[in-house]
């Protein structure tokens, strides 16, 4: 395959898999508050007997959340679908969210970005499930404050399963950098809540740090980490600056990591050199 027939097809499957993370965030959240409320229904004294809606990832098809029309073929083609239905249903003229052309768009340009830098490698796949994991779960956090296990741990067992075969990094680092994501964020969160009076980071950014140290080693925490903090800071300030947040409302933590670790997949080297810079001698 050339070069080009491999950029042009891996850019298409990627917007195809940006259609997918649209259903897996729209649907991923209300599974879990589904799942929540069965839970709460079964443990409860006295149970109604109402039967919970259907719903999973694959059913049902892809329709419109206002008035159930559904979306043809045609319409569900990435980003062309939204240009032809000119952004809003066809049926009722419900505005369609632009989230959705630009979930697919940043999974083509995932897909694109990681063959244009690391080629026809195993390095290019794995980037773009990363970065593909990263968009649905960065997308789902800012929405609902939560980062699902099901993406998470997942996350986590695909970075241990690649780096068996040293993609990024050798095994015992990949190994050592899932622990230690845990553990540096179970310590982090125990001093800052004794300083605090209240959960300082929430447990799903445990999981979410030690898929990153599984992904990329250990060696990539404290980089990741310091992106993430500085990317958080700056888009923190800046929602409380143009008044879209207010000062002591919760922001989500994902997305930022999520940041910091595609900085170490793409830049890794430079920045760790970087940021060593100040105390080599
Ligand atoms: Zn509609």
Known sequence: ????????????????????????????????????????EATADAPTLAPAPR??????GSH???CSHRITLIQNIPVIGFCLLGGACAACGERISLRYPIVELLGGVAALACVLVFGPTPQAISGMI??????????????????????????LWVGL???????????????????????AFWIL?????????????GQGDFKLFAAIGAWFGWQALAP?????????VVVGYGLIWTGLSKRGQPLCFAPFLLIGALAVLFLGDQLQSW????WRF
Not at 275 to 278: E, K, Y
């Open 275 to 278: 940021l060593s810079g100040p």
């Open 224 to 232: 990741s980490l310091l992106v993430a903090s500085a990317t958080g």
């Open 161 to 183: 399963a690649f780096n068996a075969f040293a993609v990024h990094v050798d095994p015992s680092d990949a190994i050592f950098g899932a622990i230690g994501g845990y553990t």
């Open 55 to 60: 719903l999973s990832l694959a059913f049902p």
């Open 189 to 201: 969160n125990a001093i800052a809540t004794r300083a605090l009076g209240r959960t300082a980071i």
């Open 64 to 66: 419109c959340p206002n």
């Open 130 to 155: 990363f970065i593909w994991f990263a968009i649905a779960m960065g997308f789902i956090d800012w929405e609902h404050l939560v980062v699902p296990d099901a993406l998470s741990l997942s996350l």
């Open 1 to 40: 395959m050339n070069e080009l027939t491999w950029i042009l097809a891996s850019t298409t499957f990627g917007l195809a898999v940006g259609s997918f993370l649209n259903v897996v965030i729209h649907r991923l959240p209300r599974m879990m508050d589904l799942a929540e409320a069965e839970f709460e």
